[in-house]
C-alpha cells in the first residue's frame, strides 16, 4: 500500500536546520495496524503527515496506492487524500455547532454521496461505535472518550484505505483509552489498515507492528506478539 524509499523532511527556523526525517526507507503492507513511538520531536508527527499527504518530502520517493506522492501536484494529492485517507485527531477537531450525526455525515458531503446513502451509512457507523443513543447531541455534551468515538466514525464514514491517527487516546482516561484502542483494533480485524502515533508504549499490544523512531531515523521495526485482545473478539471467542 506504501512504500517510502530513502526520504528526508528538513525544517528551518532561526537559521538552523532540524532534520525530522532522515534518509528513511519504509513499506506499510494493506491490513497492518502500525504503531509508531519514540519521544518528542522524534519524527513521529511529520511521518504521518508525510503519510497523510499534509506535507512534502524533500528528497526520496513516496508511493501511495501505486502513485508517486511527490510527483503529483496540490490538487491531486488533496484528491487522493479525500478518496482514500481518514484522519483521527487527539483532541477530536469536532464541529461544535454539529450533531453528532451531523459531524459524521460531514464527508460524505465533500464525496457527493446522495441522502439516502449518507443516512443508510451513518445510521452504520453509528452503531459501529456504539454512539448511536447520542446522535442529537453536541459534542459539548460527550465526554471525551465519546467525542473520540464521534470523530473515529467521521474518519471511517468514506471508508478510507489508510486511518492515520494522531495520539488517539492522549486526552483520555484509561478506561476510555482502552475502549478506543479496542475500537481501533477491531476495524483492523475487519481489514483496515491504521498508522497511530502514540506515546503509550502499552497501547502497541493492540496493533501488529511496531515501529519505533530516534532522531528521523527508525530504531526499531517489529512485529506485535502476543496482541491484546478486544472485548468485543474475546465476548465473540467465549460465546
Known amino acids: 500500500m506504501i ?5 528526508s523532511r528538513s525544517f528551518i527556523g532561526d537559521e538552523v536546520e532540524t532534520v525530522a526525517i532522515d534518509k528513511m526507507s519504509l513499506s506499510i503492507n494493506k491490513g497492518e495496524f502500525l504503531s509508531i513511538l519514540g519521544p518528542s520531536g522524534c519524527g513521529k508527527s511529520t ?3 508525510v503519510l497523510g499527504m499534509l506535507d512534502n518530502i524533500d528528497q526520496g520517493e513516496f508511493t501511495f496506492l501505486a502513485h508517486r506522492v ?19 485527531f487527539q483532541n477530536f477537531n469536532l464541529i461544535d455547532e454539529l450533531t453528532v ?19 443508510k451509512r451513518v445510521n452504520e457507523v453509528l452503531k459501529r461505535v456504539d454512539i448511536a443513543h447520542r446522535r442529537k447531541h453536541l459534542p459539548a455534551k460527550l465526554s471525551g472518550g465519546q467525542q473520540q468515538r464521534v470523530a473515529i466514525a467521521r474518519a471511517i464514514i468514506t471508508q478510507p484505505a489508510l486511518v492515520l491517527a494522531d ?5 483520555l482516561d484509561s478506561k476510555n483509552s482502552a475502549q478506543v484502542m479496542e475500537l481501533l483494533q477491531e476495524l483492523n480485524k475487519e481489514g483496515s489498515t491504521i498508522v497511530m502515533v502514540t506515546h503509550a508504549p502499552e497501547h502497541v499490544q493492540y496493533g501488529t507492528r511496531v515501529l519505533e523512531l530516534l532522531d528521523g531515523k527508525i530504531l526499531r521495526d517489529e ?10 473478539l474475546t465476548e465473540v471467542a467465549c460465546g
Open 70 to 88: 511527490e510527483q503529483c501536484s496540490e490538487n491531486q494529492c488533496a484528491k487522493l487524500r479525500k478518496q482514500h485517507i481518514g484522519f483521527i
Open 167 to 171: 495520539e488517539p487516546t492522549g486526552n
Open 3 to 7: 512504500t517510502l524509499n530513502n526520504i
Open 223 to 232: 512485529k506485535v506478539e502476543n496482541a491484546v485482545p478486544s472485548a468485543k
Open 101 to 119: 450525526e451531523q459531524n459524521i455525515e460531514l464527508p460524505l458531503y465533500y464525496h457527493n454521496v446522495p441522502k439516502e446513502e449518507r443516512k
Open 47 to 49: 511521518l504521518l503527515n
